[in-house]
């Protein structure tokens, strides 16, 4: 085995993931747990303390399989940390907990206008901001001296390092506190004093610094473990996709996919976009790169969605194109959202239109649902050229095959392989040209029309959508 090994460590939604890959990117070992849901005083947080023992314990089983040389953090966006004295200060709010109107309301007046932020309003605590103004209000020490702020991937950089810092990705996803245009804060963040208690920016591929005593002696790892600075999980994946082959120089679209499905355009080199064209009332948003520049972006919460339908697995390789001719004749649809407040339609009460007969109809139905957001995100940010998809969802023969059959004027493809886009967008930040394990394979449509089923599918969406959402009013 090569003596550097790198270890990606993946805390989505979901689930938390830490994986093993050698110098030539193949993967070691991989091992998954997911993330329970921890309430306490009428709220909800992140399972910190649940995490943190898990990961110990699988570092531990790792330092046994080889040499390993750097961890690369990555998280999901919509969750910070205050860190005071050297310890975590307050539990990480997760962004699934509501926020009262009566807070909300003046936050939305404070905050930054949509086109210089990209950030639109969304539910819950999926703006970072409304966080911070909800622990300003609600925990008197919050504004006590010598707090610090950090981004969920560098929550875990500071667990394994004890060095603190900020990173643009996860600043500037949807949180109302980065200005992507401007590359720097919002008039919210500085007004509020928020900017100045963030811990110094720092790039994603920088190390931080090496492993601290405490983790050497929990894991039996080297203290000369580098800990890189890590990054928005979305990110990691449009970072990876970027460097295979045959994509260079073209105009490329990634879907991320699992709990949530993130469509994040790249235009090809010397491509602008007009943000007047991003409309903020449908879950579009503006994200930010590794190298600080702007992506335009659509998303809905896929992955959950089918959870809630509790529909047959879409998985199967063993789906009948009887059952889909069926389907598709008969205009039996999953309708949006299911959960509302995000997706292109997100005050839409979501719901079957017919009803799927089996479990395996389901599935079908609940594949073409997918591949209709996807599509209808893929538009609302007008991507063109290459999509990749990558996640979990990429293993869904019957979703990506309708998405190809409803994009013929894009080249779909998957990632088939040992690494995704996300963990080999982790990788690259460790070694810039580590070989991808993966390999891109074209996607064919499936073998059938569905440009009628498509039409009724948004004519019934569209006209369950008020014409103005809850939360585009605030959008200024």
Not at 312 to 324: A, H, I, N, P, R
């Amino acid at each position: 085995m090569q003596p550097d090994c790198v270890v990606v460590f993946d805390v989505g939604k979901t689930l938390a993931k830490l994986s093993l890959y050698d110098a030539s990117g193949a993967c070691v070992c991989e091992r998954r747990r997911y993330n329970a849901r921890v309430e306490g005083h009428q709220r909800l947080w992140l399972d910190t303390e649940g995490i943190d023992e898990w990961a110990a314990r699988v570092l531990a089983e790792f330092s046994k399989l080889g040499r390993i040389g750097a961890i690369v953090p990555v998280a999901h966006g919509a969750a910070a940390a205050v860190i005071r004295n050297g310890r975590l200060a307050h539990p990480v709010s997760d962004y699934e907990d509501e926020v009262l109107p009566g807070l909300r309301a003046p936050y939305d007046l404070a905050r930054d206008p949509f086109e210089l932020t990209g950030s639109p309003v969304l539910p819950g605590g999926l703006n970072l901001g409304v966080q911070l103004w909800r622990l300003e209000r609600e925990w008197p020490q919050f504004n006590a001296a010598g707090t610090s702020i950090v981004p969920w991937p560098q929550y875990w950089a500071w667990r394994l390092s004890g060095v603190l810092a900020s990173e643009v990705t996860s600043l500037g996803c949807h949180t109302d506190l980065w200005r992507p245009f401007e590359q720097g804060p919002s008039a919210l963040a500085r007004t509020r004093g928020w900017w100045d208690r963030f811990a110094p920016l720092r790039a994603a591929d920088e190390v931080l610094g090496e492993l601290t005593g405490e983790w050497v002696a929990r894991t039996g790892l080297s203290k000369n473990v580098r800990v890189y600075c890590g990054v928005h999980d979305s990110n990691a994946a449009l970072h990876g996709v970027r460097a295979l082959r045959g994509l260079a120089g073209r105009d490329v679209t990634v879907l991320s996919t699992g709990t949530w499905f993130v469509v994040m355009r790249a235009p090809h080199p010397g491509a602008r976009f007009d943000m007047k064209e991003i409309p903020a009332g449908r879950d579009c948003l503006v994200n930010v790169d590794v190298a600080g520049e702007a992506v335009p972006s659509a998303r809905f919460m896929g992955g959950r969605e089918i959870e809630l339908m509790a529909t047959g697995d879409l998985f199967t390789q063993t789906w009948s194109e009887g059952v889909l001719s069926e389907l598709v004749a008969a205009k039996v649809m999953a309708l949006p959202t299911w959960t509302r407040g995000v997706g292109p339609y997100p005050e839409a009460p979501g719901k079957w239109c017919g009803k799927p007969r089996t479990l395996e109809a389901s599935a079908v139905a609940a594949a073409l649902y997918l591949a209709l957001m996807v599509d209808c995100c893929l538009d609302l940010v007008k991507a063109e050229g290459a999509l990749v998809v990558e996640g979990r969802f990429a293993a869904a023969e019957i979703f990506v095959r309708a998405l190809a059959a409803l994009r013929p004027q894009m080249s779909l493809y998957v990632e088939r392989g040992a690494a995704d886009g996300l963990i080999h967008g982790a990788l690259r930040l460790f070694t810039p040209d580590v070989p991808c394990a993966g390999n891109l394979t074209h996607v064919l449509p499936l073998p059938c029309d569905l440009s009628d089923y498509k039409a009724q599918w948004r004519g019934r969406a569209q006209a369950a959508q008020p014409q103005v959402s809850a939360y585009s009013a605030y959008a200024h």
